[in-house]
């Protein structure tokens, strides 16, 4: 066994060496290395390259073939990932040198491959994953009329050898793993003739997760740009090289299949593999990492002091003791993800369904070609009020409705529905992680007690009763056998488990024979009665147990597996399945109709159809964790503001002409948060507009213009408010700073002028006032005031460094200016200490703006000041909102405030808020 790297490191050393046979004068940086030395070189003319010392003793066949490899695959494929290799000055690709203590090094270069590894990235999407698929496969592709015998060599790492391990397990002391690597190693041997039946070739045989670079800053879209490190390579069939990929995928993966399939598929799109070497991926991945922590611990004993030789164990650790990939279902995923067969012979079962859809008997009795659907989806169901939690009222009542009209109706296959709120159906830790929403059958509500009816011929396979709630109830699944002799299965869930006393697991059953009744809610699950009624063409990885609901991401999988069962009930796939509304359209239609500066979020824009508290719904019911709208402040259709706006529809929607109790509760409630000097109110329609009237208060009362305000900002869409917005008039083809308006530095003492570690930043960031102002004068604009988020949010979540505001509300003051604080984001207690943002600075404004939150979504602004301010602006000219102040927005802003106080709203805030910043 090989000692790990112990090589002189002096990099000085090595730069002198490189600059006398490579002409390049370099600083080097030492990078990681296993055994030999690796340097980052940067030339004096700034270009990056790779220095390789190899270990001493190292073979020189070992370094040209990993050059001569290299350099095939550039003369074959010229693939980009694949670094090149730099001639010396002498023409060779790589030179012999003495070390500092005499001994000889061999030494190479190669192209820098800029990037960081994989492993460093803290999200791997499948999108990306599916690429490194692809460069690996046509990396192998390319090496695969490759031919060197010595690497055709004996070596620990060579999958097909990776039978040495058995020899070392009792290096392991912890017996469930002895057992677990024991058994993983049984099953290689059981697969090791098939392995060796496979034709071989040169592969690079290290694709681990420190050897794949990956392109692209935080904020921008990943690519994969290099593969790199050849020294591990060996001659085996090519299939290893995708499943040792696989097992450095799968760790830490938060869907190990998901981004395995995306692995497979990309590879075998540049390199297509067979059914058998599909079917070899999973025993292949195990065994690498058996092999992985066996070398590892064994390297850990002889060198406890050396981190490098155990980075992989505790994460290929953790995913072999803890993973729950089911094998037989893996295999399915990743034949269908390759262009595969996933059933013997899949096609000629559904051919034969369709073939004789018309001719099976009615499941309950009756054609259904003419019974009405009824949809229970995102997009036209508010079922379950709470999508989380369905409760038993609910159940119960679906389709209670449509049951008054129509006896039997049918619900669609293919849907997706938010009533899936038991636990069974999240496969994550949180509530936003890996949701099974979508129907994989066909409902048949009908009364209780309804006979149901084999639709063929068909054997018992599974009886059961399911008695948690929102389960099958009573459950049947019958086994059925086409004219060819091929299987496949119908499941029929929610019945009257009674059927038990008369059948029995093998019991056949005939086709129009009566075998069960549909079940009441006290033993059907709970649920308003109906037949859910499932096909599928294996249960391999299933068995009894088959998912009624899929994961939307993993729907076309599920799709396959368990296609649309509407031939069996003679009806066409279009008449029962669901087809959601399509994003696409949207966003074409969105994109004709709409100015192109109306922007979406996401390069992939999301379509949401649903909220609830503090998560978005997406066509799919997928939901996603709401970190971002700072709209809805008390959560998205929170009970009690649907409530109060249905109630006060149902009375009237007036405006602020006509005396109402809403209006003048909602401003003694606002008051009553504010400082003692503020006793005047204003309502208007958005924040947009809260800052227009503010700036026409402040005007009005010091009959001045010039207004001072912080970089970076953002008031709103108004003429006034983007005059403000340096944000917007800044910006290429903005309209430009106006004449009357100074800016001053935005107060970041992280990245700004002064930093946090001067106890006075705050102050000095303040002092730039001063200038502010006396530039206004010299335009001959008069101060009016200073105008800025309490703390920028556009301007990078900044919180203003103590005493910033004291001292910049102190020189406005003496210079006659009002200070207007725009509590937008920052005010109604989400600071969790303070419920407004300038009360953390220890200031009080003379007017108070609030936007959006106010209204959880409905649109409402408030102006709030004092009544000098008030009494000023009052100068004759009538102000009127039409829907300014409407009885509608003023209860439903007086509901959130009171949801705010009275479900501790602001106490959530500071909790969540120290949780976010300790974890942050």
């Known amino acids: 066994m090989a000692t790990p790297n112990k090589i002189d490191d002096s990099t000085q050393y090595w730069a002198d060496v490189l600059s006398k046979n490579w002409g390049i004068k370099s600083k080097l940086t030492r990078l990681d290395g296993e055994y030999d030395l690796n340097f980052l070189a940067i030339s004096t003319s700034k270009k990056h390259l790779i220095l390789k010392v190899m270990r001493e003793n190292c073979p020189e066949w070992l370094v040209k073939s990993q050059i001569s ?97 058995d020899d070392h397990l009792t290096c392991i002391k912890n017996k469930k793993r002895f057992e677990l690597i024991k058994n993983i190693s049984v099953n290689f041997h059981r697969r090791l003739p098939e392995l060796k039946s496979l034709n071989r070739q040169v592969i690079q045989n290290d694709p681990n997760d420190y050897n794949i670079i990956i392109a692209g800053d935080y904020d921008e879209q990943k690519s994969v740009s290099g593969i790199i490190d050849f020294g591990d390579m060996c001659v085996a069939p090519r299939v290893c090289e995708v499943a040792i990929a696989g097992a450095y995928i799968v760790l830490d993966a938060p869907s190990p299949e998901k981004s395995l399939v995306a692995l497979v598929s990309g590879f075998n799109q540049t390199c297509p593999l067979t059914k058998l070497e599909i079917d070899m991926i999973w025993d292949l991945l195990l065994m690498r990492l058996a092999v992985s922590v066996v ?124 009533i899936y709120t038991a636990r069974e159906f999240s496969f994550g830790p949180y509530k936003a992680s890996n949701r099974r929403t979508v129907h994989l059958g066909v409902d048949i509500f009908a009364p209780a007690a309804t006979p149901v009816f084999a639709p063929l011929d068909g054997e018992i396979l599974a009886i059961e009763n399911r008695e948690n709630a929102l389960d099958y109830g009573g459950m049947i699944i019958l086994k059925h056998k086409t004219d060819c002799n091929d299987v496949f299965y119908t499941l029929y869930g929610h019945l009257d488990p009674n059927f038990r006393k008369q059948y029995k697991v093998g019991t056949k059953i005939k086709k129009g024979e009566q075998f069960c009744v549909l079940g009441d809610i006290s033993v059907n699950g709970g649920w308003a009665p109906h037949l859910h009624f499932q096909i599928a063409l294996t249960i391999n990885g299933l068995e009894n147990d088959w998912p009624g609901v899929a994961d939307p991401d993993d729907l076309g999988f599920f799709n396959a597996i368990c296609p649309n069962p509407a031939a069996i009930l003679n009806l066409t796939d279009e008449r029962v399945e669901f087809r959601p509304i399509q994003k696409a359209e949207i966003y074409a239609k969105r994109t004709e109709k709409f100015a192109g500066n109306l922007r979406l979020s996401y390069d992939d824009p999301i379509l949401f159809l649903r909220g609830w508290k503090t998560h978005l719904f997406d066509e799919w019911g997928r939901p996603y964790l709401d970190a971002y709208n700072n709209v809805p402040h008390v959560g998205h259709s929170h009970p009690r503001i649907q409530n109060i706006a249905s109630e006060q529809l149902r009375k009237l929607n007036s405006n602020t002409r006509y005396l109402h109790p809403n209006q003048t509760d909602l401003a003694e409630t606002i008051l009553s948060k504010l400082p003692e000097s503020f006793k005047v109110c204003f309502f208007v329609n958005s ?206 802003a007086n509901e959130v405030i009171k949801v705010v106080d009275q479900e501790a709203l602001q106490a959530n805030a500071k909790k969540m808020g120290a949780k976010l910043k300790t974890g942050l």
């Open 69 to 165: 490899a290299m350099q095939h695959i550039e003369k074959i494929a010229n693939l980009p990932t694949t670094p090149t290799v730099f001639l010396s000055l002498n023409g060779q690709s790589c030179i012999e040198v003495a070390d500092k203590t005499g001994n000889l090094r061999y030494l190479w270069t190669l192209e820098y491959i800029p990037g960081k590894c994989l492993a460093k990235l803290r999200s791997k999407p499948p999108s990306l994953v599916k690429e490194i698929g692809e460069v690996l496969g046509a990396t192998t592709k390319a090496l695969s009329n490759y031919k060197n015998k010595k690497l055709d060599r004996d070596f620990k790492w060579n999958l097909l050898q990776s039978g040495w391990i």
């Open 295 to 418: 070398n590892s611990t064994m390297l850990a004993l002889e060198f406890p002091n050396d981190p490098y030789v155990t980075v992989s164990q505790k994460p290929a650790w953790d995913f072999l003791e803890n993973h729950k990939i089911n094998a037989e279902l893996l295999k399915c995923r990743l034949r269908k993800a390759c262009g595969q067969e996933f059933v013997p012979n899949e096609r000629r079962i559904r051919s034969w369904i369709y073939k004789n859809c018309g001719n099976f008997a009615q499941v309950i009795g009756k054609p259904l070609a003419s019974v009405p659907l009824v949809s229970l989806a995102v997009e036209n169901s508010s079922i379950p009020k709470n999508p989380f939690k369905l409760s038993k009222h609910e159940a119960k009542e679906i389709g209670s409705a449509e049951t008054c009209e129509n006896e039997i109706f049918l619900g669609y296959y293919n849907e997706p529905r938010l």
């Open 687 to 892: 924040g947009s507009e809260a800052n227009e009237l503010a700036l026409r208060l402040a005007r009005e009362h010091t009959k001045a213009k010039g207004m001072i305000t912080t970089d970076h900002g953002y008031f709103g869409n108004t003429t006034g408010a983007i005059d403000l917005s340096a944000y917007k008039f800044n910006k290429p083809n903005g309209v430009g700073q106006p004449n009357w308006l100074e800016l001053v530095e935005i107060p970041d003492d992280y990245r700004g002028t002064y930093k946090r570690d001067d106890p006075n930043c705050g102050v000095k960031f303040a002092n730039q006032i001063n200038q502010a102002i006396k530039v206004l004068k010299s335009k001959n604009q008069k101060l009016c005031g200073f105008i800025a988020e309490t703390f920028p949010s556009v301007g990078g979540q900044i919180i203003t460094p103590p005493g910033y505001l004291e001292a910049v509300y102190r020189q406005i003051r003496e210079h006659g200016g009002v200070c207007i604080a725009d509590e937008v984001q920052t005010g109604l207690g989400r600071l969790g200490d303070y419920y407004f943002g300038f009360e953390y600075q220890e200031v009080c404004p003379d007017i108070v703006v609030l936007g959006k939150p106010i209204g959880n979504g409905h649109p409402i602004g408030v102006v709030a000041t004092t009544k000098e301010i008030a009494n000023n602006f009052d100068n004759g000219i009538e102000f009127f909102s039409t829907f300014g102040g409407s009885t509608l927005s003023c209860a439903i």
